[in-house]
């Protein structure tokens, strides 16, 4: 799309046209990470940070067999959870994220998941995108967006924010996305993300938002015309797919 200067108006409008576009084209867009429950949810989040959602729901479908509530993975030894969890990056520190957060789950809730975000920000191992996804997913709260690699790449792209900083993407998306698609907004990022618009070779030539996306000539440049990676929006905050 030609870069020419759009009124207040007319980028509503495009905005708008997005957001149509993007639930029209993934309308079953959900959650990758498999759960039953808030607390399965919690976990699987916990675990997902810089590891891609399928290699956790290859662990979690043997944690949840010996740890299927946060009592009994409370009760389960440490040893025991790190291997289970090991083929995980970060698996030492996840142990000890995962233990501590079922200590306190049965100390402070009664061993259910808070739906408060500064409760959940107490638990060892959680941030503000894990509680957005856990509070988004699990009890239909929108908090926040989840801002993980593929919302960052293709907020950019789309022309919703210059930052490559996931605290001020989120908020640049906050301030227009109406709350009612603050969840499916992110689901439907990630899955258009995956199908088309890759960090290294988006499909703009086959791509729904051809016509309305700002970022289609960069991001379809060769590298060597633009000198930059495109690697390089990456947010790194969130799952590698
Ligand atoms: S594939 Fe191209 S046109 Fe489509 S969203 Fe990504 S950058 Fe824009």
């Not at 979690?60 to 440490?78: S, V």
């Not at 509070?135 to 490559?164: C, P, Q, Y």
């Not at 001020?168 to 227009?176: F, G, I, T, Y």
Request: overall charge positive.
């Amino acid at each position: 799309m030609a870069q020419a200067k759009r009124s207040k108006a007319e980028e509503t409008a495009r905005r708008t046209e997005v957001l149509r576009r993007l639930s029209a084209t993934y309308p079953n867009a959900h959650c990758a990470l498999e759960h039953k429950n808030p607390f399965e949810l919690l976990v699987a989040t916990v675990l997902s940070a810089q590891c891609t959602d399928a290699r956790v729901n290859i662990v979690t479908r043997e944690l949840f067999k010996e740890a299927p509530t946060a009592a009994a993975l409370n009760a389960l030894p440490e040893d025991r959870v790190r291997t289970l969890i090991r083929s995980i990056n970060f698996f030492n520190n996840k142990t000890k994220s995962l233990k501590g957060l079922a200590r306190i789950l049965m100390e402070r809730w009664g061993g259910e998941v808070p739906k408060d975000m500064d409760a959940l920000l107490a638990l060892p191992g959680v941030a503000r995108k894990t509680a957005n996804v856990v509070l988004g997913n699990a009890f239909n709260i929108a908090s926040g967006i989840v801002v993980d690699t593929h919302v960052g790449r293709l907020s950019r792209r789309l022309g919703f924010t210059k930052s490559e900083d996931p605290a001020k993407v989120e908020a640049d998306l906050v301030a227009w996305v109406p709350k009612d698609r603050w969840v499916s907004l992110s689901h439907e990022l990630i899955d258009h993300g995956r199908a088309v618009c890759s960090a290294l070779r988006p499909k703009c030539a086959e791509c729904t938002f051809a016509d309305i996306c700002p970022g289609a000539a960069a991001a379809s440049a060769p590298l060597k015309k633009t000198g930059k990676s495109p690697s390089k929006s990456r947010s790194g905050l969130g799952k590698k797919r």
